[in-house]
Every structure is written in structure tokens, then in C-alpha cells.
């Protein structure tokens, strides 16, 4: 019985949740403990001379956050806002939040250690985006990438 404990909390610790947000037809996976927050869309006050995904800056709550667009970041075409967009404003230890914009917040999934496949550099196919993946989340209904948000954020790749 003992033994059973044991492995049942094993099986817990193996396990990830992630919030699941689409990025046109694609779906991707952000770890929850990185997402502070996620608010509508709102206002975004511009910043001359930022990087061609940044998008500027709102203002939470007294907090100025910086605001990336995922679809720029990726070289998909642009943001096309609806009512479904969000901003998921994500803090990791060691900076200031950031926030991040997505076509909409689908929902928030559990994997286990088995369901997520590590990234090839054959799944990327010479793409550079394979740097933002931790891995392949297998799901019922389809496969979602796994990003790795610090990559993503702390990222400063030269405009081109």
C-alpha cells in the first residue's frame, strides 16, 4: 500500500500543466508557472526604435509591461486582433514581466513526462523557431508545441 503512495506521487511530480494558446492554426503550450496573468486586450502605447515584434507597452495596474507580439516573433503574418486576443503577461525569476500576445487562450492541459516528445532538429525542418520549443505535447486532439518561454523572451535577435 505504502509502495502505491509512493509511485502515485511520482506520477503527480512527472507531470506539467500548461495553458494552450493558438497562434493562427497552430497551437502552442506555455508552462503555467511562468503566466502571471491574462488580460484582454487593451491599449498599447508604442516604442520608437524596439524591435520589429515588440509592440510597446501597457499599463497594469500601475506596472508599465512591455508587450511582444509571438506572431512577429515567429515570422507568421500579423496580429489580427479579435475579441478572443489576449495578452499573457508572463514574469520569470529573474526579470520584470513581459507580456505576450495570442489569438486566444484555448485552455490549460496537463502532459505527463511520456506525452511530450523532445524537439528534433528534423521537426524544424531548418527552422530557427526550433530554439523556442522544450518540446511536443501528444494530446487526443493533435499535437501542441511546448514553447520554452525564457528563449522566447530573452531572445534579442538583431532586426533583419
Do not use: C, W
Amino acid at each position: 500500500m505504502n509502495n502505491g503512495n509512493v509511485q502515485n506521487m511520482d506520477t503527480v511530480a512527472n507531470e506539467k500543466q500548461y495553458i494552450v494558446v493558438r497562434l493562427g492554426s497552430e497551437q502552442y503550450g506555455i508552462d503555467i508557472q511562468y503566466v502571471d496573468n491574462i488580460v484582454r486586450n487593451q491599449r498599447i502605447t508604442r516604442v520608437p526604435k524596439a524591435q520589429h515584434y515588440f509592440k510597446g507597452v501597457i499599463n497594469l495596474r500601475g506596472e508599465v509591461i512591455p508587450v511582444m507580439s509571438l506572431r512577429l516573433k515567429f515570422d507568421l503574418e500579423p496580429d489580427e486582433y479579435t475579441n478572443a486576443t489576449r495578452i499573457i503577461i508572463i514574469k520569470l525569476e529573474q526579470h520584470s514581466a513581459i507580456g505576450i500576445i495570442v489569438d486566444e487562450v484555448k485552455e490549460v492541459v496537463t502532459l505527463s513526462e511520456d506525452a511530450i516528445d523532445k524537439p528534433t532538429s528534423a521537426d524544424s525542418a531548418g527552422d530557427s523557431r526550433i530554439q523556442y520549443l522544450s518540446g511536443i505535447g501528444k494530446q487526443a486532439d493533435g499535437l501542441i508545441s511546448l514553447l520554452n518561454i525564457a528563449n522566447v523572451v530573452n531572445d534579442k535577435e538583431a532586426v533583419s
